[in-house]
Each structure stands twice: as structure tokens, then as C-alpha cells.
């Protein structure tokens, strides 16, 4: 049985170090880019996470910047990992044997609720945060405007 090859663009890489070599090779390609010097700096200080939709076989990394990042900077972000990405139509951001891998890159600055563990968000294993929204929507007298 032949072993399987994964590279996240161009670079071999093991499953679990996906997001170490995706941050590793953006850093190497993005000064190649017109303009991409800066996303280096911006770069090195985000996190980067990444998932598999084993029903959908498609990758996605989560590109996670410092919260003092501007909105012009995450959509200068995107445009360099968009321009890295048609820069070289050889080198996919995931390939499995040399044949292109479905991948979905989310430039976010968002901050996700932990459900579960000791830093967990306050009220939410207990839908406690979500009350005054149900409540709101409960109040006697409300109108339904999807029933008529």
C-alpha cells in the first residue's frame, strides 16, 4: 500500500501540522506576492487553526489575527492569500498525492464562545445567555409576522 503524501502549498506535511506548515509557508510566499511584504508581520502574530469536513473532504483554516487588527489589514490579509493562491497554479494550498484537495480559507477576527472546558463563556452550557432572547420572542401579545 503506497503512503499517502500531503503538502499544504508545495511543503510536505503531516495531518497534524497542517496549520504550522500553512503558517510557515505564507510567511515564506507572501513577500513574492506584489504588495505582500506586510502580510509577513501580520502573519506571524495570528493564530491559525485547521479542520477537515471528512463529509464534504474540503480543509479549513482558520486564520485568527490579533484583536488590534484594522479591517483594512484582514482585507489586505484576504487579498494576499487570495493573490497567493493564483500565483502558481502547480502549487495548491492542499494537495494529497500532487491532486488538488477542496480547501476554504476564513480570514476572522470573531471570537467564538468555549461550550465546554475551565475558560467556558458564563452562561452558555446553560442557555442562560440565550433567555432574554427567548423571552423576548415569548412576550404575550408579540406578533408573528411569518404566520400571516
Known sequence: MAENVWRILG???MYLEFAEVL??????IAPTVENGERFVDLIKESEIMHI???ATETHGFNIRPVEST???DIQYMADIVLAIARQ???RFYVS???EYQKCVINVRTDEEPELIGNNRTEG???GKIFMPILDSLCKPGRGNDSLF
Do not use: M, R, V, W
Open 52 to 54: 477537515f469536513n471528512g
Open 96 to 98: 494529497l498525492d500532487g
Open 70 to 72: 484594522t479591517p483594512e
Open 23 to 28: 503558517k510557515a509557508q505564507l510567511i515564506e
Open 11 to 13: 511543503k510536505e506535511a
Open 124 to 126: 452558555y452550557g446553560s
Open 88 to 90: 502558481d497554479s502547480e
